[in-house]
């Protein structure tokens, strides 16, 4: 069992910048892949990036690319999005989620094990 622990979330005017961190348990963080995920009322939730266990792939929705950045320290166990040029639009409860195995549809939701309980993002106008 892996516990995952989002911190960082507020409230931010737009046009700010927030970083979001996700702190893991147990020794096999390192072979995890990452994600992180949004989910606004009444929406679906959605992908918003993913690393590789190493660090060396990431990927993201069209909606953030440019904005977002996802990173990863496996000494700490943790894995950060650091959220620039926020829109109202980004406002959402944002999880962070660990994939034990490979799957090649990181982007999908179904392939993480692991949840945290999220942290809320809210983006005046």
């Known amino acids: 069992q892996v516990q995952l622990v989002e911190s960082g979330g507020g409230l931010v005017q737009a046009g700010g910048s927030l970083r979001l961190s996700c702190a893991a348990s147990?020794?096999?963080?390192?072979?995890?892949?990452m994600g992180w995920f949004r989910q606004a009322p009444g929406k679906e939730r959605d992908f918003v990036g993913w690393i590789s266990p190493t660090g060396g792939v990431k990927g993201y929705a069209d909606s953030v690319k440019g904005r977002f950045t996802i990173s990863r320290d496996n000494a700490k166990n943790t894995v950060d999005l650091q959220m620039n040029s926020l829109k109202p639009a980004d406002t959402a409860v944002y999880y962070c989620?660990?994939?034990?195995?490979?799957?090649?549809?990181?982007?999908?939701?179904?392939?993480?094990?692991?949840w945290g309980q999220g942290t809320q993002v809210t983006v005046s106008s």
């Open positions: 147990g020794r096999t963080f390192s072979l995890y892949a």
């Open positions: 989620a660990a994939a034990p195995t490979y799957t090649g549809t990181y982007r999908l939701p179904r392939a993480y094990t692991y």
